[in-house]
């Protein structure tokens, strides 16, 4: 009676346990199967830029700010790449200082070099610290008809022919200050931009979820907790296929 009592408690028990990590089972036996053949199904070449994901994984996506130069935006994407408006058009060390169109050229003051481009965007010239940019460079612009590098010490008339740089004490940087505020980008440019930002892989995503840590640690502590019961469901499976061959037997 006790035998035939235990092995109607082990069944129940066994179904129990069969039916609380069925779905989890599941998803661990799909998600396997994904990550065996991630090079065949390319997950990790599949970026997800989703905000919500992002913020999940502690990423923030910058906004996007720049200068507008006429009817034209000049910015980064967060890459150390500076835009035309949708046009990548040269690397630019973040962050973008600052941008001034002045004649037919656009200059773009970059975090260590001074960029000089066309009005479509093509490359003239890169002024690097290397060619005599000052280090401590905040931002260049144009005020009657010159131009001029504004360093913390004092503002420097820029020669965009020779490159040449000379102190103009008598320029008064409250004067400059207005040209150089950053702005956002309309939103039409910004979502061209949304698979250029920070991402993350689907392979990524779903070895996070296989293996628990994508909720941190109460994520594997279920995991663990449905990896013993996968061992006892083993155990009370085993048995219950022993005492059948065993009542075959009688």
Not at 92 to 102: E, W
């Amino acid at each position: 009676m006790k035998s035939t009592k235990s092995i109607k408690l082990n069944i129940i028990w066994h179904r129990r346990l069969g039916l609380s990590v069925f779905l989890v089972l599941i998803f661990l036996a799909i998600s396997g199967f994904a990550l065996n053949h991630s090079p065949a199904l390319k997950l990790n070449k599949i970026s997800l830029s989703n905000s919500w994901l992002l913020s999940w994984y502690g990423f923030e996506k910058p906004a996007i700010n720049g200068f507008k130069l006429a009817d034209k935006w000049l910015y980064q994407d967060g890459n150390s790449q500076l835009f035309l408006d949708q046009k990548a058009v040269a690397p630019c060390s973040t962050p973008l200082l600052s941008g001034v169109k002045h004649g037919d050229a656009l200059y773009a003051l970059c975090a260590d070099s001074l960029l000089i481009l066309t009005e479509n965007g093509q490359l003239i010239e890169s002024f690097s610290q290397l060619d005599g940019l000052p280090i401590n460079a905040q931002a260049i612009t144009a005020v009657e008809g010159s131009l001029y590098l504004i360093t913390d010490t004092a503002p420097l008339a820029f020669n965009p022919d020779s490159l040449a740089l000379t102190p103009e004490p008598k320029v008064y940087q409250t004067l400059l200050a207005p040209q150089l505020t950053l702005t956002p980008i309309p939103n039409s440019l910004e979502q061209q931009l949304e698979n250029s930002g920070p991402s993350i892989s689907l392979e990524t995503v779903i070895l996070d979820l296989h293996s628990g840590r994508f909720f941190g640690q109460f994520g594997v502590l279920v995991i663990d907790i449905v990896g013993l019961l996968i061992c006892i469901l083993s155990i009370t499976g085993l048995m219950a296929w022993i005492n059948r061959l065993r009542q075959i037997k009688q």
